[in-house]
């Protein structure tokens, strides 16, 4: 499904995940607030961006509210991305109008975060994840997409 989001950060426009056909698409989706997301996933997700060339990895981050609403604004979002030098392109899931659950979130599916999702280059989710995944894991997971051919 295609990213429903309200803003972005870090990037001059926002992104598709059709433009990004062709490439590996990391999406780690995060709350300011989880501990798991700040001392484990947001870690993992720098590390494989600062690893990766962007031109066969595209991290994202996605801060996905479905708790503390009122606290969790774009304000605090910009001065967390500052404070925890988050150098990769991160969007805001679309709020549900009568739900806790944004957008986005639902139609992944996701059961809470950290959530680590995977989309290889033809577009498909190979990993969808809740919770902590060991660095050795996902790395292998990277690998094996970027050894795939593109199918068209």
Not at 99 to 110: E, L
């Amino acid at each position: 499904p295609p990213l429903d989001t309200t803003a972005w950060f870090n990037t001059p426009k926002p992104l598709t995940l059709e433009e990004l056909r062709g490439k590996v698409v990391v999406i780690h989706a995060f709350q300011m607030l989880c501990p798991s997301c700040v001392f484990h996933g947001l870690p993992q997700a720098k590390v494989i961006d600062r690893l990766y060339p962007r031109q066969d990895v595209q991290v994202i981050g996605l801060h996905t509210v479905f708790e503390h609403h009122g606290i969790m604004t774009c304000d605090a979002l910009t001065a967390f991305i500052h404070e925890y030098r988050i150098p990769f392109p991160i969007a805001i899931d679309k709020p549900s109008d009568n739900k806790p659950i944004p957008h986005t979130m639902a139609s992944y599916q996701m059961q809470g975060t950290p959530t680590l999702i995977v989309i290889d280059k033809n577009g498909r989710i190979r990993l969808n994840h809740f919770g902590r995944i060991s660095d050795i894991e996902v790395g292998s997971i990277i690998g094996g997409l970027l050894e795939e051919k593109i199918t068209q």
